[in-house]
């Protein structure tokens, strides 16, 4: 089993195993995960399932590393190097030929061709890439206007089909929430990437996110979640996690929000969605944080334009193989992983040609099984997926609902008759059209097989109730 999140350098895996053991490892839906906080969980009766959304996999693809302009790891290299005195090889790269800046023009051609694709997922926007300048008040070496026009594209053409999100103000040195300015020490203990968060309480770490949610907020744009720079929260989990709840719900107001964390790029363990610190379920103001997994590592050039591992590792040319047929077929949401300096890997642009590929072989195979989701859109889905009451009678199926959620879509055993259900809340009833085949199950329509009834429908908050 490995798990690879880019720690730029130092790999992950042994220290992950022997946390697991080390923290008496709690089981989540039968895995085993970092002991983090539940919360409470609803009343459950009878035999409904809550599916996959439409009963389609969702995937996915997490783009780290990525803001307006900056070509980030070209000014994060030294800073690394220099974090380890200069003893770490892997930061021994000839960064000084690589581009200052990844253009809007291929910012541009990717979000079209996602646009067009459909493909979805989150895209970080570093606040204060490398301590270069600051999104909200300007870049050194880019006119107001450039940056000004950046942060438009993002908001017109990314923020579409993208979660945006901080990663984590700088990447690289930690921040004086007093001073604005990088700590004077240089060292791992004060980098994002390294031990700065260990030891550090809720409240110290969910007002550096605060800081950096704070900076994308002025430069008008808008995130549910936060993604980790390299091992930044990793001996702090549960206070990572109540750090999350608290400055994306202080800063933006989101419902739910999330955060990437952790990534398996093989085996079987779990890669679904992780709902933390649900609470107060049934009152005006639910609660709940999740954590989105990754299920790749990047095979598409890495943080540091490395050779890229291809096409292959995601799913191979004959559709038969790889990681995303592994996560499919088992139906869990399949979330792939990548760094926007190897998608654009200095001009060169192979990590962008492997996405189109990797989308070609999906759609060629599984059209009809998946469908691309924002990783807010999951984490919805996986909170009203845990969190929602359901109490089966032998007419109906009773929701309590904290949180909405659309195409939210449930197996009910042998529900009787051949009558179209209808879905009551309050006063509205609305009736679901029948298809005949799985691959037509969007909102409002439902699926009759010979033992079971599949319904997807919009599900209200509060209370709603689907009759048979
Ligand atoms: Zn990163």
Known sequence: MKQLKE??????RTFLSQTAVGLAAATWGGTTVMAQEAGVRPERTGGVKVLNPRGRVPVGIIIDDSTCLVNLNRFAMPQFNDAWGGKQTVYHRRWKEWPAEIPDSFVRRFAEWALDRGVKGKYSIVPYPACVGRMDRGLPGWSRRELEDSLALVRESIAPNWDIHPEMVSHTRVIDLKTG????????????????????????IGDYLAYALQILKNAGLSCEGITTP???????????AQGTLDAVRAVFGAEIPHYFRDLYDEGDRSVAPRVELA?????DDPRCVVSIVGCTGDWTGGWDCVEPEGVDRFITEDLSQGRMVEVIERGEPAIMVCHWTGVYWNGEERGFKIWQEVERR???????????????????????????GIRETRTSVAFEAPFACPAFTVEVPSAPGSKAPTLAAGSEVTS???????????SGTCLRERDRLVACFDLPNGRSELRG
């Open 432 to 442: 679901l059209r029948a298809v005949s085949r799985p691959a037509d199950l969007r």
């Open 230 to 240: 390299g091992g930044f929260g990793s001996r702090a989990r549960p206070q990572l």
């Open 279 to 283: 609470s107060a379920l049934d009152g």
């Open 181 to 204: 300015q990088p700590y004077p020490d240089q060292t791992p203990a004060y980098m994002e990437n390294w031990d700065w968060t260990t030891g550090r309480s809720a409240g110290e």
């Open 7 to 12: 720690t730029h350098g130092l790999s992950r």
């Open 362 to 388: 999906l759609r060629a195979r599984y059209a009809d099984r998946i469908q691309w989701m924002k990783l807010c859109e999951v984490a919805r889905y996986w909170a009203a997926k845990e969190l929602t």
